[in-house]
């Protein structure tokens, strides 16, 4: 029941460009659909304009691509990811391939942009919260001890040391946990895949993350963002061919405790999940970065995200608080459009100036 509701969600995130396929479907080019599940999540797939026969062979394609990264990067399951987690908790160095080396950097410097905000060695935590796991945690959340024992060790993926394919950690306490970029890198190296094989209209959309490429015809793909309250969106945005879309929401995955909603977002500087921010999307041209962007931009919460946007080199950001007022950047306050009626409220945040910085610090205080 859960994945039909899911489904349905994800869905919805292409209702613009579903109501509109309807119409194309008996006359003009064709438009194939399939659904995958991977990463834990349901994968839309929409191919426009090729043969079915082509858009399925593409869509197989994505298939065996989407299971290989999900083997080799799942924070739990047994993969290439948990062998390298068990030899840092060991103190040993471990051979990974290209790829996940590849990932590993760049979550480094993603997060270090973010000022640890993002921080993919947390996953002690996450696996203490209950979030790995397929279905979501119950019972209560961890006590204030079993935080500290993980924090007092600082685990980060600043402590990791790669060389080349060789992985090791100066603090056996890192655990590895992708989850908060794996699924935009993922999105990032099926676009690849797909204009590899020549398919130049595609939309993918993977449990809060949407990559398009080229147009739906002769307009661009509009893609919803969700509300975070209700079924339904809060705005559209129509994507320039190459961009992707990110959102991060306690919806997603939540431990439910005493009427309060956990989410599956951790402040990596307290141990205990978001609250201000319950939702964030991230319009940009790399999967990964938005993807981790989204997720600091939880973190971040209301005072700060400004200041880590502008880090990570995002323009075009909107979130939503607990409240349900809505904050957007100029750049995405222009991009939205109504999908019923008006726009909810905005209000519009101006990103700090670009103070160049190498250090992975946050300014203390909040603005
Ligand atoms: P997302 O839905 O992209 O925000 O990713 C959330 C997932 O990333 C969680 O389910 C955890 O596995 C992991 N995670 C939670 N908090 C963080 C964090 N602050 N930095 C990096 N990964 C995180
Ligand atoms: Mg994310």
Known sequence: MRRVARGLVLLAALLVAAASAAALRDRGPREYHETLYVFGTLVEVVIYGESEADAQAASAELGREFGRLHHAWHAWRPGMLTSLNEAIAAGHSYSVDNELAGLLEQGQALSCASGGLFDPGIGALVGLWGFHADTPPVGPPPSRAEIDRIMDRHPGIADLRIEGRAVSSSNPAVRLDLGAYAKGAALDRAAALLKARGIDSAVLNAGGGVQVLGRHGDRPWRVAIRDPFEWGAVA???????????????YERYLEHDGQRLSHILDPRTGYPVRDIVSASVLDRNGARADAAAT????????????????????????????GQVFATPAMAARLEAVAGELPPIRIVELP???????????????
Not at 237 to 250: I, K, M, Q
Not at 353 to 367: F, G
């Open 353 to 367: 100036e670009n103070r160049a910085s190498d250090d992975c610090v946050l300014p203390a205080a909040a603005s």
């Open 296 to 323: 600091a931009l939880s973190v971040a919460g209301p005072g700060l995200w400004p200041v880590v946007a502008r880090r990570m080199g995002i323009e075009t950001a909107l979130l939503i608080d607990a409240s």
């Open 236 to 250: 559209a945005v129509s994507l320039a061919p190459g961009e992707v879309l990110h959102s991060s929401g306690n």
